[in-house]
């Protein structure tokens, strides 16, 4: 096996249909991160004129997505490498966090208390419990509903910011990844409300002794920038995968055994369809060789051998149709004549895939 030449081939952007997964970084972002990196070259920590220009960045990032967010102070914001790790330090502060069982892997994985009940998209809340309950599902974009008011409640927001109106509102605790909304990868951020969370990880006093480490000064910048970008132009983009989702929905009216896993609250940037008597991974596949690109469930759980999403399992999804499940997530690249190929390309997909079923 040659070493990788680190060259990469110019894709079309277009038929790129897994914004769930990751976003390309918009191009302000990368203008308002460029100078962090060429000219600001200061540690944030450090107290010469370099170091203050470069904590400077980073706390005008920190005051802007503390108001994007609706918090009231942007002492409230730590910096962390993304919402995996926002989402593993609650845990670790909250080791009896009841979580809900559609939960993203790294609040479901390292969880050590109780899995929630749901009845449909509503989740069962326990009075005097920590708990966690996503805003919008990565998996499918359905929205939960709790049934009740629990004592602390933490919010993984990361699908939901820039999709659909959301503010921290009474949430302890949230998360925030900057990938997902035209950001850099690993950057995100801990919204935490109040009191005393222990330290994710311990060394020098960055982040108020909370989060050791040099500061990621130039993905912070991002960060804050992307965050701005995707509030100001969070109605366009709900408007625009509207109009995505009815293109593809429409052209796939007419295929026989698929189901669209909607909820009652919906985002529209996920559009999660089941297909019977196929596998997801086999039409992602399929629809990578003819040039477009969507998942079969989370990215971040297509390395774990399992052919059943426990997502979709504890919505009440049928194994059958479990298995033959699609995700399709909207974002800024796609237009409507490259969501219409994408219908197209997905239904001779499954036609094909049954078709080789049958014969053998
Ligand atoms: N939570 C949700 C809902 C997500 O969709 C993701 C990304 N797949 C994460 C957490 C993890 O975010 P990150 O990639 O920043 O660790």
Known sequence: MGMPSGACALMDLSRYFDHAATTPVAPEVIDAMAPYWRDV?????????????ARDAVEE??????QC???ESPYQIVFTSGATESNNWVLRANVNMAVSPIEHSSLRVPARGSLLKMQGWEVEVWDDFEIAVMAVNNETGGMPTLQGTPY???VDATQAIG???WSVGDAAWASFS????GGPKGVGALYIREGVID?????GGQEGTLRAGTLNVPGIVG???????AIERQEAAHAHASRLRQVVLERLAYVPDMRVNDAPRQSPHILSLSFLGVQGETLVIELDEAGYAVSSGAACSSEIDELESPVLRALGVPPEWNRGTVRISFGETNTEASAAGLARALAAAVENVRGLGQKS
Do not use: C, D, T, W
């Open 41 to 53: 070259p200061g540690n944030a920590h450090s107290i010469h004129q370099f170091g203050r220009q």
């Open 152 to 154: 602390k409640l933490h």
């Open 61 to 66: 990032a920190r005051y802007r997505i503390a």
């Open 163 to 165: 999709k659909v109106p």
């Open 199 to 203: 330290p994710m990880i311990l060394g």
């Open 69 to 71: 967010i609706g918090a």
């Open 178 to 181: 900057a990938h997902k909304i």
């Open 223 to 229: 960060f804050g920038r992307a965050m701005e970008r």
